[in-house]
């Protein structure tokens, strides 16, 4: 059985009809009494909201040990350090090329619609005025990261504390995954070094470990309809029709762009690299989206997406545990986008016109920006903040933006996460096309 059930993902996504529908039904009695309105939004953070952290934070528990055990596991199986190397590059390049496509997908249609210049100066003062607070604090952030350089790229992968730098400093946030999947591909490359009964002790207590956070998982996954609609409820009566409105020209940008890189490039990726139908695979792969889109969390999806590669896609259990963690934390092809348009909304509201030279670094600074930001929800706004000072927009300026970043978050991390489990289809299939049948894994179940 997969971690999310067909019949599980139905009830999820009836409950997030349900919290969407009563949302809208809230702001409607809202604009004529205004007290039903604040009611709601004081319910929603003082009931809702750490409802819905409970579900998140279930998932939470589990991500870093599910990383390390899944990723030395499918190193460990590959049997052999010289067939690492081709699933290695294969994965990185895949990873670029997502995230380059999703960029400059992103970039066209905000240079199509000019979203900033839709934007009246008054909407941009109220909308600084109201989330003005916010921006400074995640600009504050942002100046609090150090520059990017070769000594700075060596700490961030491999730093004197390896213990201290994945479990973090404080209890609300993750550590930096980075450093443990180089461990954990360290662990997974010297296990192959090891003799066969070693490999397979060390292999099974890694797969042990792999099971028990899946199973943590499917208790968190029981309160999934229920935590959803009490989340994307809140979100919505907090964020209220105006600012909708005020932002639809972006948001709908935004979403027509990630729709594109999601269904469009992933769907090439499939017909052109696979043996598998389009629509087939995404309606096979459903619940991992529906997922996503819950918990605003590529590493709270990571169980979900290890269960779906198993037991629903067939993939070799060396590529999936590879690829997928490496995924959560590197394939960010949804938040690569985000981060573009983001840049080049503000810009544009605030007068700055970008160059095609300047938006082609802006292209290749998202890029590496997105492969540094954490799994979670909102991890990318401080990174941004980063690139609207590199471009000499105001970074205060992410203000006009934050009101709608819960919403289009849920949308870029589903991006995120289809984009993982697509790669790790492409490149099971072409990896198992230079290992001879009698020296692989079993043959993959084609979805046509």
Known sequence: MST????????????????VVAAVITLGLGQFHSDILNVAQRVSSAVLDPFGQIFLRMLFFVVIPLVFASLASGVAQLGRLDRLGPLAWRTFALFAANMLIGVAIGLVMMNVLQPGHHLAPAAKELLMQEYGGNAQQTVERSQAQPSMTLTTLVEMFMPRNL??????????ALGDVLPLIVFAILVGAAATQLDETKRVKLQSALDL???????IVGFALRLAPYAVPAMIYGVIVKVGPGILLTLSVFVLGCAAALALQLFGTMSIWLRVFTRRAPREYFRQIRPLLVTAFSTSSSSASLPASLALARDELKLAPSTAGFVLPLGATMNMSGTALFEGCVVLFVAQTFGVELSLSQQFVLMLLSVLSAVAVAGIPGGSLPLIAGLLATFG???????????????????????????????ATVVDAQVRKGIPLDEGEPVSVSGD
């Open 163 to 172: 213990l201290g730098a994945f479990v973090g400093n404080s209890r609300n």
């Open 4 to 19: 999310v059930s067909k019949s599980l993902a139905t009830r999820i996504l009836w409950g997030l009809v349900v919290g």
């Open 209 to 215: 470990v792999s099971d028990l956070m899946t199973g």
């Open 393 to 423: 927009v105001p970074p205060e300026g992410i203000g006009i933006v934050l009101g709608v970043d819960r919403i289009l978050d849920m949308l870029r991390t589903t991006v995120n996460v289809g984009s993982d489990i697509v790669s």
